[in-house]
């Protein structure tokens, strides 16, 4: 089946560095990616939606600029967390499809990011 | 908007038990799609059971079968034969089958039942 690898699955940084957090669709053209949020016991928050190419479009509440996300070909987006501070501190997961609307979303294992 | 709901914040079953864990969605639209996830403590999304609002009939994969009402708007996952590796984090998500809105396809989830199973 698809599969999806996101990178890293851990990283630790430190209060005012940036991290880049990879998601890559390894057998098939992702030509949107979802980005979500997962806070400890909750459930998954949509962060954005990233269309190959195009501005990623953010949820209501989600800073932009604090949250860059970058889809610049069909198998990789990015979500680059700039200025970190410890409530960024979350696990962060990706859903990848393809271009027909109902394609099944394929997910990523998740990445946990801890800011000191 | 759509709105997923899951009332049972926790539940435990014994090995080999059945167990029913509820969801209830709200949406305006006709067609969609909802699923039922499993997350491990490893934090791998793991798709259980997928239904098609337009199918009657419901979904069944080995263990694990659903109850969809859709009137009711109400999406039960019961799981059978209960083992201990199904003990999990089970999200149930829904999901526009076209493109309503602007929607892009991706999933709403509910909150979550964590499941325990006793040996």
């Known amino acids: 089946g698809a599969v999806v690898s996101q990178h890293p699955s851990r990283v630790i940084c430190k209060s005012g560095t940036s991290v880049k957090i990879e998601c890559r669709s390894l057998?098939?053209?992702?030509?949107?990616m979802f980005w979500y949020r997962q806070f400890p016991k909750q459930s998954l928050m949509l962060m954005a939606t990233?269309?190959?190419?195009?501005?990623?479009?953010?949820e209501q509440g989600v800073e932009k600029d604090k949250f860059l996300i970058n889809h610049a070909s069909l198998t990789l987006s990015t979500l680059t967390v700039t200025s970190a501070h410890p409530e960024d501190s979350s696990f962060y997961i990706c859903?990848?499809?393809?271009?027909?609307?109902?394609?099944?979303?394929?997910f990523g294992n998740g990445t946990r990011l801890t800011v000191t | 908007a759509q709105t997923v709901t899951q009332s049972q914040p926790e539940m435990s079953v014994q090995e080999a038990e059945t167990v029913t864990l509820s969801c209830t969605y709200d949406?305006?639209?006709?067609?969609?799609?909802l699923f039922w996830y499993k997350q491990p403590p490893s934090r791998q999304m793991i798709l259980v059971i997928r239904q098609e609002a337009y199918k009657q009939q419901n979904a069944t994969e080995n263990r694990f079968s659903v109850n969809f009402q859709k009137a009711a708007k109400s999406f039960s996952l019961k799981i059978s034969d209960s083992q201990l590796g199904d003990a999990a984090m089970y999200f149930c998500a829904y999901r526009s089958a076209l493109n309503y809105g602007g929607s892009q396809g991706n999933l709403i989830f509910g909150k979550g039942t964590k499941l325990s199973v006793k040996p």
């Open positions: 057998d098939f053209q992702a030509t949107t």
């Open positions: 990233s269309n190959e190419g195009s501005k990623a479009t953010y």
């Open positions: 949406t305006s639209e006709s067609d969609y799609y």
């Open positions: 859903s990848a499809r393809a271009r027909e609307y109902n394609s099944p979303l394929h």
